[in-house]
């Protein structure tokens, strides 16, 4: 039963690979900033003269693509560069970590599939954007990011990157929804054979759900 099962879920997974696109919007969005900052080490004494006071100028440059392949299924594909003004002239190695900011990432990448096995069931595979309630525990957005892409050695927390690969699989029974996450919060390939064998490795993940009520009330109140 489980084979056929996996089965299955192949097949449908496959699928729309082959479908003729109904819909696609392009959008995006460019920010230009200017950071001014001194003795910002929120407490980290280890953090040199040099990191405590900066004056920088950024650029956050995103593209995205949505793509609705049928009915009840949509992808999305999402690029970004962000570099500090100029920085791609310092020398390859440079301590600063500027080095390469013209490099393009992949920030989203994902695979929608709605009315998934039954019609209340939409299941998002892929590079996505775990975002609930006012992001206290797990959001995106504000200027408290952690990142390693082109901002890590700049402000970090101005970062864009927020996606993680992952699965969001999502029970809409309004006004009640419930999403169950799960994703990637990091993965390293430690060392390789001579035969180009993987010998070990190191990953984390991350499980978890959330429920969401809207209230029928004149302020429209949420119980998340």
Do not use: C
């Not at 082959?18 to 001014?36: P, R």
């Not at 430690?190 to 993940?205: P, Y």
């Amino acid at each position: 039963m489980k084979k056929l099962l996996v089965a299955a879920i192949m097949v449908v997974l496959a699928t729309p690979a082959f479908a003729a696109i109904q819909n696609v919007k392009v959008s995006g969005d460019i920010t230009e900033s200017y950071l001014n900052l001194s003795d910002f080490t929120l407490g980290d004494t280890a953090l040199t003269s040099g990191l405590k006071k900066e004056s920088d100028f950024v650029s956050q440059v995103r593209l995205r693509v949505d793509a609705d392949l049928s009915d009840n299924v949509s992808t999305t594909v999402g690029l970004i560069n962000e570099r500090a003004w100029n920085a791609e002239n310092n020398p390859t190695g440079d301590s600063t970590g500027y080095n390469n900011d013209t490099n393009v990432q992949l920030y989203l990448a994902s695979l929608t599939l709605r009315e998934f096995l039954y019609s209340p069931l939409t299941l998002q595979i892929g590079r996505q954007v775990f975002n609930y309630g006012n992001g206290f525990i797990l959001g995106d957005g504000g200027a408290i990011n952690q990142g390693t892409g082109n901002l890590q050695y700049i402000d970090q927390g101005l970062t864009e990157r927020t996606a993680y690969d992952g699965v969001t699989a999502t029970l809409d029974y309004k006004p009640l929804t419930i999403s169950m996450i799960y994703f990637k919060n990091s993965q390293s390939l430690n060392s390789i054979d001579g035969l180009g064998h993987l010998t070990s490795g190191q990953s984390s993940d991350v499980y978890g759900y959330n429920a969401n009520y809207q209230l029928n009330d004149p302020w429209s109140t949420v119980v998340e």
